[in-house]
């Protein structure tokens, strides 16, 4: 049998680039959505853009698991917990809903493994030291609704929102907002995702004789309020909050929600905003490519959030891939001080400056006023 003979040479240079073959590691990401239960409105269109995202960044692979949380607190829990103990993720999106985000963030500052969130989570203070949104803080989009509330003359508001996080957030930052514009929260109610009649609650809102109603609502449920004021004679302004910048509400509302005004994301009406809109864009490559495959005026508020962590993560991985390897702590740590260090970070949704103190990032770039006319968006300012 012939022998054949392999330069030394040959044989460092062939161990050499399987050493380094098995040294590199893909960037593993994490990806929880509430793709069912009662936020899956929100789930959805966030489960549909991830092709969307970027498949290599600097060089690495982007390995994406995603699973679905059902819109619960536990299983957000869970989900996370096999994230960081079995996937040994290097970072976490989401989830969907608040509540689930807030689950993660507990597992998030556990392992110390950075969570992008979805949604406008706050947290108790000294929590949260990992977890940074993509959804713009209520702060922001509440002062927006005050102002506007207050240039059409607008003097006592009654509330009503979802009896949990994201309805007592509202009700918190829009009377400290309301206040400062010289309006009073004269009633408020709550009604839970779920609910099929809110009659009682809007009763009480109309006894109340206020000049507008604010609705803190999300996804679907937003336009149950609305559609139910409008069938028992209210005619005052509505305003909506962010949450409910979805066509779904236009859908379920139809002409009882034409006229309603509510902050938004840039992106929701990418085609209205100016040339020096910096959120321009990247909104109209997100919209473009979503509408191109799920159709028409499907784009949503939630939907362009995964699409916003792919343009973070093609912004931070190249600067911690500088300083540690994907799949250790220090590259984990390493994503943490990118996020923070990185400036203007433009989005679809507006511009983020991350700080250690701010894990919002957005600025008055990051929403627009709209109001619905006939069916349709329109831009405000």
Request: charged share 20%; no cysteine; glycine share 8%.
């Amino acid at each position: 049998m012939p022998q054949f003979l392999i330069p030394r040479a040959a044989i460092a240079a062939a161990a050499l680039m399987l050493l380094s073959a098995t040294a590199r590691a893909d960037v593993t990401v994490g990806v929880s959505i509430a793709s069912t239960g009662p936020s899956a409105s929100l789930g959805i269109p966030q489960k549909n853009t991830m092709p969307f995202l970027p498949e290599t960044i600097a060089g690495e692979k982007i390995h994406y698991i995603v699973m679905d949380d059902g819109s619960d607190p536990t299983q957000g829990t869970k989900i996370a917990r096999r994230f960081v103990t079995e996937d040994k993720v290097d970072i976490i999106l989401g989830s969907s809903a608040v509540a689930p985000s807030i689950a993660i963030s507990e597992v998030a500052d556990e392992s110390q493994t950075v969570q992008l969130a979805f949604s406008p989570i706050e947290l108790k203070p000294g929590r949260g030291a990992w977890t940074y949104r993509l959804a713009q803080p209520v702060k922001l989009m509440a002062e927006a609704v005050a102002g506007a509330a207050k240039a059409n003359g607008v003097k006592t508001v009654a509330f009503i929102g979802f009896a949990d996080a994201y309805g007592e957030t509202w009700l918190k930052e829009f009377t400290t907002a309301a206040q400062a514009n010289g309006i009073k929260v004269v009633a408020a109610e709550r009604y839970a995702r779920s609910d099929t009649s809110v009659t009682a609650q809007t009763l009480k809102l109309i006894a109340a004789r206020a000049d507008a109603v604010l609705i803190a609502g999300a996804g679907t449920g937003a336009a149950l309020p609305h559609t139910t004021l409008r069938e028992r004679g209210y005619t005052g302004p509505v305003y909506q909050t962010h949450g409910a910048a979805t066509r779904d509400l236009i859908r379920i509302g139809g002409k009882a929600v034409n006229g309603a005004i509510l902050p938004a994301g840039p992106v929701i009406v990418a085609e209205q905003l100016p040339a020096t809109s910096a959120a321009k864009k990247p909104g109209m490559d997100y919209v473009t490519r979503y509408e191109k495959q799920y159709g028409p005026e499907s784009r949503t508020q939630f939907g362009a959030h995964p699409y916003d962590a792919g343009l973070v993560l093609q912004r931070i991985v190249p600067v911690a891939l500088k300083k540690a390897k994907p799949g250790t702590p220090e590259f984990r740590k390493a994503l943490k001080d990118a996020l923070e260090s990185e400036r203007d970070i433009v989005v679809s949704h507006g511009v983020l400056n991350y700080t250690a103190q701010d894990h919002f990032g957005f600025d008055q770039r990051g929403r627009v006023l709209l109001t619905i006319d006939n069916g349709n968006w329109k831009l405000l300012k």
